[in-house]
């Protein structure tokens, strides 16, 4: 079994519709769960990390995290054709080796004006 | 406050060369990790490594790939007698500490295999 699962897409929808991206993991012990965004050909970029259980939120993206069920969820509000790249979750913590990250494989996401 | 440098940031060479992939970690950071990414997959840890140390290769294959961080300039990933199935983008990633919250990634080195 994986430690991370994610669906690839491709996930296509209008302007200013609501984006739900999730994934699923494996072990309990994971503690971090981070959202990368990742352009055609560039690096991944951070975009947002939670502790535990729970929401952020920041601007249009709420990050949501259910421990219980080991479900992480990206929600993006009014979506933008600027947001159309692939998107990344990654877990870190006890569970895992020191330092490193566990990522799905991404979702491909197209947001068409 | 310079990024994550890579370079190059594409790499070509033929079956049998040996690559040579560069890491310059951001301003204050001294943890630097590797990962590869394949076409449709999602970025598989390689290693980590802080200052003349490497702390975990356990993703890393065995053979003909190995890693430095220098006291004195790049992290380097070598791959040596290379073959069409090392073929992907390499990004390195870096952080001030062992918390995996802070890392940030390069853009990367894409590495064709003739």
């Known amino acids: 079994q994986k430690e991370v699962e994610q669906d690839p897409g491709p996930l296509s929808v209008p302007e200013g519709a609501i984006v739900s991206l999730n994934c699923t993991y494996s072990?309990?012990?994971?503690?971090?769960f981070m959202w990368y965004r990742q352009y055609s050909r560039k690096g991944p970029e951070l975009l947002m990390y939670?502790?535990?259980?729970g929401n952020k939120e920041d601007g249009r993206f709420t990050a949501q995290v259910d421990k219980s069920s080991k479900y992480i969820s990206l929600f993006i509000r009014d979506s933008q054709p600027s947001d159309s790249a692939t998107y990344l979750c990654a877990i870190f913590g006890r569970g895992s080796t020191l330092g490193r990250l566990y990522f799905g494989r991404g979702t491909q996401l197209t947001v068409w004006p | 406050n310079a990024g994550v440098m890579q370079n190059p940031r594409h790499l070509v060479r033929r079956r049998g060369q040996e690559a040579r992939l560069r890491c310059s970690p951001m301003k204050g950071h001294s943890h630097v990790y590797w990962y590869r990414q394949l076409p449709e997959e999602g970025l598989k840890f390689m290693v980590y490594l802080q200052k003349e140390n490497i702390i975990d290769e356990s993703g890393m294959p065995k053979e003909r790939f190995s890693a430095e961080f220098p006291k004195e300039g790049p992290s380097i990933l070598r791959i040596q007698q290379v073959v069409r199935g090392d073929s992907a983008a390499y990004f390195c990633?870096?952080?001030?500490?062992?918390?995996?919250?802070?890392?940030?990634f390069g853009p990367g080195t894409r590495l064709t295999v003739l």
């Open positions: 990633a870096s952080s001030p500490g062992q918390r995996g919250n802070e890392q940030f």
């Open positions: 939670t502790y535990s259980s």
């Open positions: 072990n309990s012990a994971f503690q971090y």
